[in-house]
């Protein structure tokens, strides 16, 4: 069975994969955060977010130069904890992904719906991720073409947002009202939308093994793409925040436009643009978290954790059955509306992926010291701010996010059976398998006498 990726990719396309995957978290989702605490209070959550993403991308990109695989965090938690670590780490990858992907839908619809009122939200979710599925299953050398192309055009979007806001800024929309408004409890529940700014920045990753030299490429695509996000996720808060009130920043599906309709007044022509441009980035992070999670699936069942189907590869070298079918466990929650719950959902499993990884890294240090590491990130004190940080984000996402979390847990709890049992029935066929060829050989060893 061809189950080998083509190695395609330069830097260039790493870097757009990386924001592209991102940069959707720019044009809405974060303003829920909103709702809990104030624009003061969100900033606290914003920078512990920040530092926790810079610090874990410096240390995710030794992983990644060290082992290049299309499973990413699924490998590396493998080869330092064994099956049962990697199927973990992968689960989480999936619910972080597999999550993502219709809260952009979502979003994607309801900017549609701003500008074609009479398109359902729904119905323009499924549509357009359906489209991008499709472009997918075409190889990731042209779903990489169109992702540098979609991703520039959406940060001209931000850069063109930021200059129409800049010179309208009040800085009494931020520190005016009670500053304090929610306490820690609130920039707690703050958190999972400041991780909405920079969530599946890691998915770059599962594109490792297609990188033409990933040695020199992944730091290059990984420190590029943090320094990128850091500076367009504080910008547009910055615009944003001073230009409209708190109260109507968190209700919107559509945070941009609405700031420039308080702006130039309701209607006006930078808002539609900007509503049109915002798909750019929608689609962008659609596009490439599609590319990230059927990477994941592939790389898990070439593994062996999941049914042999999801890595078969077409003439092309592409994983169309793993981009297709978790597509439709996708497109069920599309159904669901409530694009802020699947945010939570999803952000829960990025930092449980985070905290694996980081003792992955730990572990391997360790375990394999001779390990070629081509890039190497200042140890132990950068992946030690980094577990830190990602261990305070999952208790305050647990404690201000109880009743959803615990179905997220729940689904770990099955996941787990499912491993175990999984890998109980196919160890018993493996070994069927092999007493069967050692009595067939015996029996032509015995004819032959």
């Known amino acids: 069975m061809n189950n080998e990726l083509k ?20 044009y809405c989702g974060w303003n829920y955060a909103l709702d809990f605490t104030s624009p003061i209070g969100f900033i606290i959550a914003i920078l512990i977010v920040t530092i926790f993403y810079t610090t874990f ?30 199927f973990l780490a992968g689960f ?6 597999l999550f993502a992907t219709p809260a952009i ?23 357009c991720y359906g489209v991008f599925v499709l472009i997918n299953c075409l190889g990731v050398e042209t779903a990489a073409k169109v992702e540098l192309v979609v991703t520039i055009v959406a940060i001209i979007g931000l850069l063109l947002f930021a200059g129409a806001g800049v010179t309208h800024m009040k800085l009494s929309n931020i520190t005016d009202g009670d500053i304090f408004r929610g306490g820690f409890k609130g920039i707690f529940a703050a958190i999972p939308y400041a991780i909405w700014f920079y969530l599946a920045v890691e998915g770059g ?15 290059k695509g990984f420190i590029l793409g943090i320094i990128t996000l850091v500076i367009l996720s504080l910008l547009t808060f910055f615009v944003t925040a001073t230009n409209i009130s708190p109260a109507l920043l968190s209700k919107t ?3 941009l436009p609405e700031t420039l309709g308080v702006i130039y007044g309701a209607g006006n022509v930078l808002s539609k643009i900007m509503s049109f441009i915002g798909l750019f980035g929608l689609i962008a992070s659609l596009h490439g978290i599609i590319i990230a999670y059927s990477r994941q699936a592939f790389a898990m069942s070439r593994a062996g954790y999941f049914p042999a189907v999801l890595a078969k590869v077409n003439k092309q070298g592409t994983p169309v059955n793993a981009i297709i079918l978790p597509s439709l466990v996708g497109m069920i929650f599309i159904l669901s509306g409530k694009t802020a ?19 992955s890294l730990f572990m391997l240090r360790k375990k394999l010291p001779n390990l070629e590491r081509p890039y190497k990130v200042y140890y132990p004190i950068v992946p030690t701010v980094a577990l830190v940080t990602a261990v305070i ?57």
């Open 253 to 255: 599906d559509s945070p």
């Open 57 to 86: 991308m410096f240390s995710y990109a030794e992983l990644s130069t060290a082992i290049p695989h299309a499973g990413g965090p699924s490998e590396y938690s493998s080869r330092a904890m064994g099956n049962f670590g990697g």
């Open 92 to 97: 989480a990858c999936l619910i972080e992904f």
């Open 341 to 359: 719950t699947i945010i939570v959902i999803s952000t829960f499993g990025a930092v449980v992926l985070y905290i694996i990884s980081m003792i």
């Open 205 to 219: 990753a599962m594109a490792a093994e297609e990188c033409k030299n990933p040695k020199k490429d992944i730091p």
């Open 393 to 449: 984000l999952l208790v305050a996402i647990t404690i201000s996010n109880a009743a959803t979390v615990i179905w997220v847990i729940g689904a770990f709890a099955i996941a787990i059976c499912y491993y175990f049992v999984y890998t109980s029935v196919t160890a018993k066929a493996s070994l069927k398998k092999e007493i069967e060829e050692e009595n067939n050989e015996t029996d032509s060893y015995e004819g032959i006498i």
């Open 7 to 26: 190695k395609t990719l330069n830097p260039l396309q790493l870097w757009a994969i990386i924001v592209g995957m991102v940069i959707s978290g720019m």
């Open 105 to 127: 839908a979502l979003a994607v619809g309801a900017y549609i719906h701003f500008l074609v009122p009479g398109i359902p939200v729904v119905v323009a979710a499924l549509v």
